[in-house]
């Protein structure tokens, strides 16, 4: 979960330009100066870790001056990223299922860690003192070399790579159906199947998303291609199996194939190109802030979907066998039709969901028609004997 952009330079910055804003007003001043303030603020820290206070002096132009600075005002100027650090441990925390009593020890890593303001506030939330008997300098050279001897010789322990945001797919209704959470070690491979939406569909749109959000426009589009050469069916009869491979590079390869025909289609592309980490944090923020209403959108647009199923199903339906309804019947299930797209183009899931109950209720009848129809044709010309035969002879 860390910030790429985030470390112990930030705070050597934000004590250069402390120590820079003493000087005298609109004096102009060289980047060969700015470079020397800040390895006066990086000595200044390090100095800070082990007393109180103290002084140092930086030329600016073409003058010494001197710039006194307590450990008091260095915590002061340096807490916000030491906050931004701690937001961190607690969006790692939260993400991985567990609480902070679950951890059993905490390692620092880098020289700024061994600043008493860090160690403090780490103290304070893990509710425990960090492990201070490694160098912070060393820790990461150390951790390498375990990795290489768990990538080399085996381990139980191996370092690996998650996927930052959920990848998926884009479904009837601009829904996003989550193929890989987020967090997912990588490498990895998940698969799912899909169907058809319409009798006869011959073709799929496999539209590729990333992101938190439950509708694809929240989402940023990843890739897009079209799956062709699916056999004509029945709505909801074909099966598209949709893979979805992350290697260890993060490279994502999303293939869909027609399980009948063995017909593929796939499409390559780097899910975190073009990312920024706030870009990232961002998209994670408003997936949280707006989980609620984002969910009831969802849960709208599944109804309204289904709602719209079954209405192609009764309409594909009636264009066979109308002829088995009086007019009375077939005016009650157009209206009952009518209901149903009505409530479609509203917001109320409630509404959605009985009229298409209404419209089940209405069309009872007929299904019950067809099925008898279906029946005495199947029937048709076969001999007493033979039914008897095919039952078994059972009297």
């Given at each position: 979960g860390g910030d790429a952009v985030l470390g112990g330079d930030d705070i050597d910055h934000a004590v250069a330009e402390h120590f820079l804003a003493q000087r005298p007003e609109g004096a102009a001043i060289t980047a060969g100066e700015v470079k020397q303030a800040l390895m006066t603020a990086r000595v200044a820290k390090e100095c800070l870790?082990?007393?109180?206070?103290?002084?140092?002096?930086?030329?600016?132009?073409?003058?010494?001056s001197r710039h006194a600075l307590t450990r008091a005002e260095l915590e002061k100027l340096a807490a916000p990223f030491v906050e931004r650090t701690i937001d961190i441990c607690r969006g790692v925390v939260e993400d991985a299922g567990i609480e902070v009593s679950d951890i059993r020890g905490v390692v620092l890593v880098g020289g700024s860690t061994r600043?008493?303001?860090?160690?403090?506030?780490?103290?304070?939330?893990?509710?425990r003192q960090p492990l201070a008997d490694i160098n912070p300098d060393e820790v990461v050279a150390v951790g390498a070399a375990l990795q290489a001897e768990a990538l080399t010789r085996g381990s139980d322990t191996l370092l690996l790579d998650v996927t930052p945001l959920s990848l998926g797919i884009e479904t009837m209704g601009g829904i996003v159906e989550k193929v890989i959470p987020r967090n997912t070690p990588i490498p990895v491979a998940m698969a799912q199947e899909f169907t058809t939406y319409q009798d006869g569909q011959s073709a799929m749109s496999i539209h590729v998303v990333q992101g938190e959000r439950e509708m694809v426009d929240q989402c940023r589009s990843l890739a897009r291609?079209?799956?062709?050469?699916?056999?004509?069916?029945?709505?909801?009869?074909?099966?598209?199996?949709?893979t979805f491979q992350v290697d260890a590079d993060g490279l994502l390869t999303v293939s869909a194939q027609e399980m009948a025909t063995g017909i593929e289609q796939h499409v390559v592309v780097k899910p975190s190109y073009g990312l920024s980490d706030d870009e990232m944090a961002t998209m994670l923020r408003d997936s949280l802030v707006h989980a609620k209403e984002d969910m009831a959108q969802r849960l709208l647009t599944e109804a309204v979907v289904e709602a719209r199923r079954s209405v192609l199903a009764v309409k594909s339906a009636l264009g066979v066998d109308s002829d088995l309804l009086s007019d009375?019947?077939?005016?009650?299930?157009?209206?009952?039709?009518?209901?149903?797209e009505t409530a479609c183009a509203g917001i109320d899931r409630d509404a959605v969901t009985a009229a298409v109950e209404h419209l089940e209720e209405?069309?009872?009848?007929?299904?019950?028609?067809?099925?008898?129809?279906?029946?005495?044709?199947?029937?048709?010309?076969?001999?007493?004997?033979?039914?008897?035969?095919?039952?078994?002879?059972?009297e």
């Amino acid at each position: 979960g860390g910030d790429a952009v985030l470390g112990g330079d930030d705070i050597d910055h934000a004590v250069a330009e402390h120590f820079l804003a003493q000087r005298p007003e609109g004096a102009a001043i060289t980047a060969g100066e700015v470079k020397q303030a800040l390895m006066t603020a990086r000595v200044a820290k390090e100095c800070l870790t082990g007393r109180p206070d103290g002084e140092w002096m930086i030329e600016l132009n073409g003058s010494t001056s001197r710039h006194a600075l307590t450990r008091a005002e260095l915590e002061k100027l340096a807490a916000p990223f030491v906050e931004r650090t701690i937001d961190i441990c607690r969006g790692v925390v939260e993400d991985a299922g567990i609480e902070v009593s679950d951890i059993r020890g905490v390692v620092l890593v880098g020289g700024s860690t061994r600043m008493p303001l860090v160690r403090r506030r780490v103290a304070e939330f893990f509710g425990r003192q960090p492990l201070a008997d490694i160098n912070p300098d060393e820790v990461v050279a150390v951790g390498a070399a375990l990795q290489a001897e768990a990538l080399t010789r085996g381990s139980d322990t191996l370092l690996l790579d998650v996927t930052p945001l959920s990848l998926g797919i884009e479904t009837m209704g601009g829904i996003v159906e989550k193929v890989i959470p987020r967090n997912t070690p990588i490498p990895v491979a998940m698969a799912q199947e899909f169907t058809t939406y319409q009798d006869g569909q011959s073709a799929m749109s496999i539209h590729v998303v990333q992101g938190e959000r439950e509708m694809v426009d929240q989402c940023r589009s990843l890739a897009r291609f079209i799956l062709r050469g699916i056999p004509p069916m029945a709505a909801g009869a074909a099966r598209i199996r949709v893979t979805f491979q992350v290697d260890a590079d993060g490279l994502l390869t999303v293939s869909a194939q027609e399980m009948a025909t063995g017909i593929e289609q796939h499409v390559v592309v780097k899910p975190s190109y073009g990312l920024s980490d706030d870009e990232m944090a961002t998209m994670l923020r408003d997936s949280l802030v707006h989980a609620k209403e984002d969910m009831a959108q969802r849960l709208l647009t599944e109804a309204v979907v289904e709602a719209r199923r079954s209405v192609l199903a009764v309409k594909s339906a009636l264009g066979v066998d109308s002829d088995l309804l009086s007019d009375d019947e077939r005016q009650a299930i157009d209206a009952a039709i009518e209901a149903v797209e009505t409530a479609c183009a509203g917001i109320d899931r409630d509404a959605v969901t009985a009229a298409v109950e209404h419209l089940e209720e209405s069309t009872k009848s007929f299904a019950e028609k067809r099925m008898d129809r279906g029946i005495r044709q199947a029937l048709a010309g076969v001999s007493v004997e033979r039914l008897d035969d095919a039952l078994g002879g059972a009297e």
